[in-house]
């Protein structure tokens, strides 16, 4: 039988000796050593981490229309990318020119309009430089991890934001009042969120009114819409399918 004596010896020495391993990884000023899988995998998956930080605080930070999705989940996958170029480069001249050669090449006859497309060509490149190099366990371990990264991105819609079914539009006139808590009644009854996006005040005693709704049912949008042109006080009611951010 093992003795506590010998089990908290043994705990010792596996905390101390992860605890080395930490700091090596951690206080290492650059690669000085043979490239093995190992050191590939844990430079990309620490990658894809910080990446995954970085998308999740532009998705946050980020205010107004242009926000885009696929720039998001970008942001993840270039870090990754990134860091297989460095690694296929290993401190090499002719390859790093070379890389730089055959993406000003590509870049230069095609026009990339999406940051994903960018990734993808600049994926494959890295892959064929890698198979060229006859760099093969690193261009098996890199086609194979972002492979898996693209798959993540891609079930949980990473970097998505739905915040808005609608944009409603309509008009108050007559008892603005009565008008005004009618329409917020009905906008309760078939919304969970709402935001006021636009007031303006009409010279006819009139109040004309924007808003954002995200819907109970965004398939119902058509009851609300005719509940809102059935009742008195509201008067050119409009209605947009639409997200919060728009894609571009």
């Known amino acids: 039988m093992i003795s506590t004596l010998g089990l908290d010896s043994m705990f010792t020495t596996l905390a101390q000796s992860g605890y080395d391993t930490f700091l090596d990884a951690f206080t290492s ?5 043979p490239l093995t899988p190992k ?10 981490t910080i990446g995954h930080l970085i998308g999740w605080v532009y998705a946050f930070t980020h205010q107004g229309l242009s926000y885009s999705q696929m720039f998001t989940a970008s942001l993840v996958v270039l870090p990754v990318l990134v860091s297989l170029v460095m690694l296929l480069m290993s401190n090499s001249l002719v390859i790093a020119f070379g890389l730089l050669a055959v993406f000003a090449v590509v870049r230069f006859r095609n026009v990339l309009k999406d940051t994903r497309d960018t990734t993808f060509v600049l994926w494959s490149i890295v892959e064929g430089m890698a198979c060229g190099t006859q760099n093969f366990s690193l261009a098996v371990i890199g086609a194979v991890f972002v492979f898996i990264v693209f798959l993540y991105l891609r079930f949980t819609a990473f970097g998505g934001r739905h915040r808005y079914d609608v944009v409603l539009s309509l008009q108050l006139i007559g008892d603005l009042v009565g008008a005004v808590q009618s329409h917020r009644d009905i906008l309760r009854r078939h919304s969970n969120r709402i935001q006021l996006a636009s007031e303006r005040k009409l010279t006819d005693s009139g109040l004309d009114l924007s808003y954002r709704l995200l819907l109970r049912d965004p398939s119902r949008s058509n009851e609300l819409l005719t509940e809102l042109e059935s009742s008195d006080g509201i008067e050119n009611v409009s209605l947009f399918m639409r997200e919060d951010e728009s894609e571009i």
């Open 29 to 33: 000023s650059g690669f000085d050593g």
């Open 39 to 48: 050191t590939a995998l844990l430079a990309m998956l620490l990658a894809f």
